[in-house]
């Protein structure tokens, strides 16, 4: 990242992005741009598609002092406190990607801009140099892009680059040193540079250090943004020289270009991440010789039709009739492996045979439902295979059935083992969600021989999560914070059905969240703010409802119903609630909130990118509408968003645009007891927002506020992953699951 926000070199962007699925940090002690260069200036980059880049730039000469208090910030005067956002969007124009074309824009939207510019550059890259040129138009005062730039960097040593640059107002040359790339995991990278300015310019100061890191946003490296990164290192620039002849050029070290994932088709299994072990022996059977899976070539609807009526057709073959004890040792397998309310059974086949299913929900695992979904397969392909039995196994959680996988266990032992079965047409492990034709069907008609296995009624879910409310680069400090500690305790009841309680203890808040102060009213307080009641239940054709009823934010009551549809493989979702709450409390008392809200989302599955659009009436009676763009890099998520709303009376809607990222803080997988679990967020979040198209930067709460009622229908469908779009680009994941934790 470069202090300017956007990737590239100091000042000047290159003509690619950070690749797909990696997230790029920068911090200087400079702060480029304006007449007083001394302060901090913080840069950080998500590279949220193929060849699309998002930035976000915080940049301030004081961190603390209270602009709007005279001779508070020194005698130079409070200087600039600045929050921003960049974007970029970079094509290669050939296969081995040595030129490329950029355009960008810094600092865009809001009233207050410091640093928006617009440019445009062309790339070339060969061996250990790597070329920009472009021009820019600064639209701001403190813009540094205003008219030509040049860059010109080569890569000497695998862990040194050297690189100058010129802007019309100055030229600066950089030694960035890596660090070692055996010091660090796959794809992380890590530098220091030392920045000299030649010349005079009003931009910089004569030299500083700035520091960077470079992070993929996909711990577990199976996703699909994880083949851009390893081709953006196979592409990184080449040393001119060796500290050794024997050793290899390092593949992390340089500037590392963007490139697309290669094209799957819609029903691929994605090799394994390199670093999982093959599956052992003493977990899974071996059977014959694997070959290649057979699955149908992708139509232009992406296969749907064509897998729909083959599952229409018919279920897995029969094998006979069951033997009891059989299932009884399925059901023992699936005992403590991290899911609840297990249950075995058969469903008759019209020949007289019989296909095995097993039905849980899935409450241990808590980064994704797809680990919980491996882990099952992994135990039933144990228990069944080497036979040629069919089975099906059915996954959800709050009692509401989301994902099924249908197939026969000796290809299932050999597909969870390499990815790769010579299995007969309709054999091969299919992942079917909840909207699929046949899916219904499949539920019926089954006779259970065991059922309450691993039961979730009584066992208590104590969540203990971090509550952090902010302010970020307003006029009073660079950060300000109220820190809490969020203690949640769950009691399932019946199926779908429990009681939950949460309390704030708070922890730590800066001066500014004092009594007093102008953040004061917003701190956390020890206090229980929400008591409820909740319900969920599927309605079957790919619709599932939820009702909650209780108290939220300590002086809210009322109640919330949702419901969702989400129809045939989960590329479309549509949603709506409503609800009514009454306050209580002393600086609302008898107001009444009444949200009605509907969403519809498109799923992009092969880019793992969620486009939604909400509207309707917010959870404070301000009407309006939002529109999303939703990221996963496996279970991390960045979300970009655009949200307008007015209240009652308002003359105009206030517009604010915002990121958010959202990561699980607990473990992969909880341990519990049978009465009790602890365990941390599953999805924790944090976001940035401001007010955009207007003539003024006040801060303005109160817009846009959705009901504050968890556990929704988007928690009960895996965080709106629970779709056979989803999980047929993910079959890696599933069996990264199955391979390392078979044996627990």
């Not at 400079?30 to 940049?59: D, K, S, T, W």
């Not at 019309?168 to 030392?194: E, I, K, M, N, Y």
């Not at 849980?360 to 069944?384: F, I, K, Q, S, T």
């Amino acid at each position: 990242m470069s202090p300017i926000g956007f990737s590239g070199g100091l000042l000047t962007p290159s003509a690619r992005t950070l690749p797909w699925g990696t997230a790029g940090l920068r911090y200087d002690r400079q702060v480029p741009g304006p007449r007083r260069h001394q302060g901090h200036n913080y840069a950080i980059g998500f590279g949220v598609l193929p060849y699309v880049e998002a930035a976000g730039r915080v940049a301030t000469n004081d961190l603390h002092c209270n602009m709007y208090l005279p001779g508070a910030c020194g005698p130079e005067g409070p200087g600039i406190r600045d929050l921003s956002m960049s974007f970029k969007v970079a094509v290669p124009l050939d296969a081995d990607e040595r030129f490329s074309v950029a355009l960008g824009a810094t600092d865009l939207g809001g009233a207050a801009t410091n640093f928006r510019s617009y440019y445009g550059a062309l790339g070339w890259r060969q061996g250990a140099f790597d070329l920009t040129l472009g021009t820019g138009q600064a639209e701001s005062r403190s813009a540094v892009l205003s008219g030509p730039f040049a860059r010109l960097a080569v890569q000497v040593l695998p862990m040194l680059q050297l690189s100058a640059e010129r802007v019309p107002d100055g030229s600066w040359v950089t030694a960035r040193l890596f660090a070692a790339p055996g010091w660090l995991p796959d794809h992380w990278q890590a530098f220091v540079d030392v920045n000299r300015r030649i010349g005079d310019s009003h931009h910089t100061d004569s030299s500083w250090f700035a520091a960077g890191l470079n992070i993929p946003l996909d711990f577990l490296g199976t996703g699909r943004s994880t083949d851009a990164q390893r081709r953006a290192a196979a592409l990184a620039p080449a040393p001119l020289f060796r500290l050794s002849d024997g050793a290899p050029p390092s593949a992390e070290a340089g500037v590392q270009p963007v490139a697309p994932a290669p094209a799957a088709t819609a029903t691929a299994a994605p090799a394994m991440a390199d670093r999982t072990a093959p599956i052992g022996a003493d977990a899974l059977p071996r059977i014959g010789q694997p070959g290649l899976p057979r699955v149908p070539a992708p139509a232009a609807d992406g296969g749907r039709l064509a897998q729909q009526a083959e599952l229409a057709a018919a279920a897995p073959p029969a094998a006979g009739p069951v033997d009891p004890a059989l299932l009884a040792r399925l059901a023992e397998a699936l005992d403590h492996v991290g899911v609840e309310d297990v249950a075995v059974g058969e469903q008759p086949g019209p020949d007289g045979g019989a296909t095995i299913v097993v039905r849980a929900d899935n409450a241990g695992w808590r980064w994704n439902d797809l680990d919980a979904l491996g882990v099952v397969l992994a135990r039933v392909a144990r228990v069944l295979a080497p036979g040629d039995v069919p089975f099906r196994v059915v996954l959800g959680r709050r009692g509401v059935p989301t994902l099924m996988v249908d197939g026969t266990a000796a290809c299932l032992a050999a597909f969870l083992r390499t990815g790769a079965a010579d299995c007969p047409r309709g054999e091969a492990p299919v992942l079917r969600s909840s909207g699929d034709l046949g899916f219904d069907r499949a539920l019926r008609d089954i006779r259970w021989a065991h059922t309450g296995g691993n039961p979730s009624w009584g066992r208590t879910r104590v969540t203990i999560a971090p509550g952090l409310r902010s302010a970020v680069a307003t006029e009073y400090g660079i950060f300000d914070y109220s820190l809490a500690a969020e203690v949640g305790v769950e009691v399932p009841l019946w199926t779908g059905a429990s009681v939950e309680m949460r309390r704030s203890f708070p922890l730590s808040h800066s001066e500014d969240y004092d009594t007093g102060r102008v953040y004061g009213p917003d701190r956390h307080r020890t206090v229980t703010d929400r008591v409820l009641f909740h319900q969920t239940l599927s309605l079957g054709h790919g619709v599932s409802a939820r009702a909650a009823l209780g108290r939220v934010f300590d002086d809210w009551r009322g109640g919330l119903g949702e419901v969702r549809w989400q129809p045939w493989d989960g590329r479309h979702r549509i949603g709506a609630l409503a609800g009514q709450f009454r306050n209580d409390g002393s600086l609302r008392a008898g107001f009444t909130a009444e949200p009605m809200l509907a969403s519809y989302r498109y799923l992009v599955a092969p880019l793992d990118w969620a486009i939604e659009v909400t509207a309707g009436r917010f959870f404070l009676n301000d009407t309006g509408w939002a529109v999303g763009s939703r990221h996963w890099f496996g279970d991390f998520a960045v979300s970009a968003y655009v949200r307008s709303s007015a209240h009652p009376n308002q003359p105009q809607p206030q517009r604010f645009a915002g990121i958010q990222f959202e990561l699980p803080l607990t473990p992969r997988r909880e341990m519990d007891s049978r009465w009790l679990r602890i365990q941390g967020a599953d999805r924790w979040s944090y976001g940035v927002e401001s007010l955009v198209g207007d003539s003024h930067n006040l801060l303005t709460a109160g817009h846009g506020v959705l009901p504050p009622v968890p556990n929704g229908l988007d928690a009960v469908h895996n965080h709106d992953r629970a779709s056979s779009a989803y999980g047929r680009h993910h079959w890696g994941r599933i069996r990264q699951a199955a391979q390392r934790f078979s044996g627990h």
